[in-house]
């Protein structure tokens, strides 16, 4: 499996539908990919607070059609970052938007947990309620959680009880922080034995330097590839079967009791 992440730089004063435009013509140049990503909130900014209602739009809004369409060309999973949503009753919310290769909105997630400290975006949008799996076609099955999720592991410990075997996570992580960025995607992937897929943005959101460093990390915390700081496409060749024969092989997931589902 063949993955793109898309480390695309929030440049100030790029208008939003050149973003969308600049951003649909990386995913089609991704044709020979099975998965391509983008990163959270890329349209306006993860720190641009005071714009997020100006730019907020719902499912079928710009981003949306700009989006399947490019995967549709390309023929590719689109995992299309996050965008602002304004749902039918005005609430916002920030949500991921995954395609299937025909371009069809596929599946959507709200971000659980919010960053800000009851500021920006924890004050500004609603919170998600479910953890979200997908099958990826005849694939893998995928795990969704969106940045500040990375710090939450009872997350993806429900996502890998879900049955997800890679991690995907959009992100707008902070240069300051990006020590965390990586120590936190590899902590993932070792405890939970399976791919991390972590995607985020270059350049700076509102003042605030973003970390890049996109990473894909395998399920024994390898470090399979990894960007640089500015923008960047990280391509990186995936083995689906490894989740199987990790797990097989160093059962740690069997020996966990605390939080262990009850059998169905």
Known sequence: MRAALLQIAVRPGEPAEERRLRAAALVREQRTA??????ELWTV???AFEAFAAHAEPLDGPT???MGAAAADAQVWLHAGSIVERDPAGGLFNTSLVFDPAGRLHR???????????????ALL???EEAV???LGAGPTAGLATCYDLRFPEQFRLLVDAGAELLLVPAGWPAARRAHWSLLARARAVESQAY????GTAGEH????QAGHSVVVDPWGEVVAEAGAGEETLLAELDPALVARTRAEFPALGDRVLGVPAPR
């Open 45 to 47: 900014g993860a720190f």
């Open 133 to 135: 799996t997908t099958p």
């Open 34 to 39: 099975d998965l391509v990503m983008l990163p």
């Open 126 to 128: 609603g919170r998600g």
């Open 108 to 122: 959507t997630y709200r971000k659980i947990h919010r960053f800000g400290f009851d500021r920006g975006e924890a």
């Open 196 to 199: 991390v897929l972590a995607c």
């Open 64 to 66: 949306a059609r700009a």
């Open 206 to 209: 509102a003042g605030v330097a």
